[in-house]
């Protein structure tokens, strides 16, 4: 990746955070730290790899996103809006009533949302669902998959595994979002996941580790050439990153943030951002 792409990631990166804390801030609470966690993600797959039309957001022959830890609705919200699915300032209505952003991803509320999701697990089954649709369409269309660490404590992510190895399905991206925390503690705690990259690899799968909240990083896996297995890429990644004071929290899971909080957090940002100029 060159440095003017990489430096126009990181930008794209900040912009997410920042439109994530504007939708916390409005709302005065919910799930900040794994939606912080995938924000560099997001930023390269809206900024570089993903192909999309904002004003066909059903176009059948798009790429599809499966946040199936639909709790991180709010980072995905902040790239869609950005991207210009809708206005951004609806970014200030998640989670309110009448909303077209709800506190999970809704594929029947939201632009841009390819799948509802929030059962965790569940959302794997349906992206390799449409993976599979696909393929026997003959779309070069591909999918690609956000699953949470603690979600993979659920056995149906781990027969979506098994269903998309057995069926070869080069056109779906595994990210899984390792970033060490669920809802009730550390994952290591609660029940230990060992090596992502090593089960995955025994799943059929060419599985490989990386830094999660480097753009670059991201990018060099996301655009490596297509073998005949299908992708998973774990993302090691820092629960609540970008806002030391939500990364330092342990039940950063969700959180409840007073205004003038978020507003220092957003003043930060934004300096970076500035900085970035």
């Given at each position: 990746m060159d440095a003017s792409l990489n430096k126009a990631l990181q930008k794209l990166a900040l912009e997410i955070r920042i439109g994530i804390v504007e939708q916390i801030r409005a709302r005065g609470f919910g799930h900040i730290g794994g939606s912080l966690s995938i924000a560099d993600a997001l930023a390269v797959l809206y900024g570089k790899v993903m192909r999309y039309d904002p004003q066909n957001p059903r176009w059948p022959e798009r790429d599809k996103l499966v946040c199936s830890k639909g709790h991180a609705g709010p980072a995905v919200y902040a790239a869609l809006a950005i991207s210009g699915f809708f206005p951004y300032e609806e970014l200030k209505t998640l989670n309110q009533p009448g909303t077209h952003?709800?506190?999970?991803c809704d594929k029947n509320k939201t632009p841009g949302v390819d799948m509802t999701t929030g059962s965790l697990g569940q959302g794997t089954s349906l992206a390799v669902g449409i993976a599979l649709g696909d393929k026997l369409k003959g779309r070069?269309?591909?999918?690609?998959?956000?699953?949470?660490?603690?979600e993979s404590d659920e056995g149906q992510?781990?027969?979506?595994?098994?269903?998309t190895a057995a069926k070869r399905l080069t056109n779906i991206v595994w990210l899984v979002d390792d970033n060490k925390k669920q809802l009730d503690?550390?994952?290591?705690?609660?029940?230990?996941?060992?090596?992502?990259?090593?089960?995955?690899?025994?799943f059929g799968f060419d599985a490989q580790r990386v830094d999660g909240n480097d753009v670059g990083q991201v990018y060099a896996a996301l655009t490596?050439?297509?073998?005949?297995?299908?992708?998973?890429?774990?993302?090691?990644?820092?629960?609540?990153?970008?806002?030391?004071?939500?990364?330092?929290?342990?039940?950063?899971h969700s959180m409840t943030v007073a205004p003038e909080v978020?507003?220092?957090?957003?003043?930060?940002l934004n300096a970076q951002l500035a900085g970035m100029e």
């Open positions: 952003l709800p506190s999970h070069d269309s591909k999918t690609y998959l956000f699953v949470g660490d603690g992510v781990w027969e979506a595994a098994m269903f503690g550390y994952t290591q705690d609660v029940l230990p996941l060992f090596d992502l990259a090593a089960k995955f690899a025994a490596a050439p297509v073998g005949d297995k299908p992708r998973a890429i774990i993302l090691d990644t820092v629960k609540g990153k970008g806002i030391p004071e939500v990364e330092n929290t342990l039940g950063n978020c507003d220092k957090w957003l003043a930060a």
